[in-house]
């Protein structure tokens, strides 16, 4: 079974963000181990300088990369990534006993995104929209997501 992770920074809070992402997690034990994992975002002033975002930016990377299992296909999601359709994520999904990675790896950063040597290193860059969204409901949307491109996998009338 494929082994998936959601490294996101920052918690979820809102009851509504953590039964929706619930909802999704149960849906996707079928298809894949998913494991969520969030590191603590860095507190920062109400108006930090561009100097204290660096700095967390670096600390808060240095913990999602503590976190990322070894031989992953690492995805980060960013404004400048590529955009996809639900079709290309499926076929993003390794084939069972296909892949060179072991582990698909989504990741998620906090207000000021991800740090930008961690998109470097990520295979791929992927962007929701050019819309900005809050980073708790791209959680349930990439989620969702996830489950869509299993769906199609299985050829299930489920995205229609």
Known sequence: MLSVYLICVGKLKEKFYKDACAEYIKRLSP????????IPEV?????????????????EGD????????????VALCVEGRLRSSEELARMLPVEGYSPYKHLVFLI????GLHPSIKAEAQVQLSMSPMTFPHHLARVMLL???????QINAGSSYHK
């Open 109 to 112: 950063g906090g207000s000021h």
């Open 63 to 74: 913990a999602v990369r503590a976190k990322l299992p070894p031989s992953a296909r690492v």
């Open 144 to 150: 969702e997501q996830l489950y869509r491109a299993f």
């Open 31 to 38: 298809f894949c181990k998913l494991t969520a994992i969030e």
């Open 43 to 59: 507190k920062l002033p109400q108006n930090p300088s561009l100097g204290e975002i660096q700095a967390a930016l670096d600390k």
